[in-house]
């Protein structure tokens, strides 16, 4: 497109720059000085001629992956969103349920639409039993696009921070974007029904915005605050990494290590912890 942008602008030069007018050669001469000061806007006006039809592809391409996931019987997928901490904890969770089962992630920082599109039609098989899908919000409803093509099962919110406000403009805005995915986990249960079980909504309990906004009672909290689901305690730091113990919703207490240190390593690994457990891996 921009090539026959160019080239119609060219042809408009030639034309006026073959009459030797001196009207002409300078009429040529202003079309050839608007075309290099405005290059930039021709690109853009380009981009706009293109956008109607990269949308229509990109639409096509998000059907195909929408029949994948429809076709995939018995796949659970799980969101994970948040304003930070959400790759970590895809990676931990990833770990974690792999241990027993065949599990798909989307990889690095293929939270987009458009990335998760890809990972579902180049990466999915259908032995896969789990999807792990990280989820990026940078604009109100941007979480929402996302869930209306994978419709997860479960979802875990991370945390609710301060950031990219300089397109959410406010804290309400990030607020309820993040919300959408443990929105959507509500609404796919309520529209299944009792009969195909309970889909589950994780969130980091020690989260002060999180906690604050919690509108939903049956959250399953994590973290080293009191009254947190799965609870952390008995935190130790050395030259190794870091012990900490988790207390389960049933009482059960067990101990883990890892080579990280810093709090927000552990609360990560706990939502990681919580999640697998409810998915049945042994603690």
Same mark, same amino acid.
């Given at each position: 497109v921009l090539f026959v942008l160019v080239a119609v602008i060219a042809a408009v030069c030639v034309t006026f720059g073959a009459d030797w007018s001196a009207g002409k050669r300078a009429l040529a001469a202003f079309f050839v000085a608007a075309y290099i000061g405005f290059l930039p806007l021709v690109v853009a006006l380009a981009n706009l001629i293109n956008k109607p039809i990269e949308n229509r592809i990109n639409q096509w391409f998000i059907d195909d992956a929408k029949r994948i996931l429809k076709e995939h019987q018995g796949l659970r997928i799980i969101g994970v969103t948040g304003s930070y901490g959400k790759?970590?904890?895809?990676?931990?969770? &990833? &770990?974690?349920? !792999?241990?027993?089962?065949?599990?798909?992630?989307? /990889?690095? !920082?293929?939270?987009? /639409?458009?990335?998760?599109? %890809?990972?579902? %039609?180049? #990466?999915?098989? /259908?032995?896969?039993?789990?999807?792990?899908?990280?989820?990026?919000? %940078?604009?109100?409803?941007? $979480?929402?696009?996302?869930?209306d093509i994978v419709h997860p099962d479960?979802?875990?919110?991370?945390?609710?921070? *301060? =950031?990219?406000?300089?397109?959410?403009? !406010?804290?309400?805005?990030?607020? !309820?974007? #993040? @919300?959408?995915?443990?929105?959507?986990?509500?609404?796919?249960? #309520?529209?299944?029904?009792? =009969?195909?079980? +309970?889909?589950? +909504?994780?969130?980091?309990?020690?989260?002060? $915005?999180?906690?604050?906004?919690? #509108? @939903? +009672?049956?959250?399953?909290? *994590?973290?080293?605050?009191?009254?947190?689901? @799965? %609870?952390?305690?008995?935190?130790?730091?050395?030259?190794?990494?870091?012990?900490?113990n988790v207390t389960t919703p049933e009482g059960e207490i067990s101990e883990f290590s890892t080579r990280l240190v810093g709090r927000h390593n552990v609360e990560n690994i706990a939502g990681a912890i919580a999640v697998a457990a409810s998915f049945g891996v042994p603690m």
């Open positions: 790759t970590s904890v895809k990676y931990y969770l &990833t &770990t974690l349920l !792999s241990e027993k089962y065949r599990v798909l992630m989307t /990889p690095e !920082s293929y939270n987009t /639409p458009m990335g998760i599109v %890809r990972t579902i %039609r180049e #990466k999915m098989v /259908p032995t896969h039993e789990i999807f792990v899908c990280e989820m990026g919000a %940078r604009h109100l409803h941007d $979480i929402k696009e996302i869930t479960e979802g875990i919110l991370t945390s609710i921070g *301060y =950031q990219h406000l300089e397109t959410f403009h !406010s804290l309400e805005n990030i607020v !309820s974007t #993040k @919300y959408e995915l443990l929105d959507a986990v509500d609404e796919k249960e #309520k529209a299944e029904g009792a =009969q195909k079980g +309970k889909h589950l +909504k994780f969130a980091n309990g020690d989260n002060e $915005i999180i906690m604050a906004n919690m #509108k @939903y +009672k049956d959250a399953i909290t *994590y973290g080293v605050s009191e009254g947190c689901d @799965y %609870r952390v305690s008995d935190i130790s730091v050395t030259g190794a990494g870091t012990t900490f």
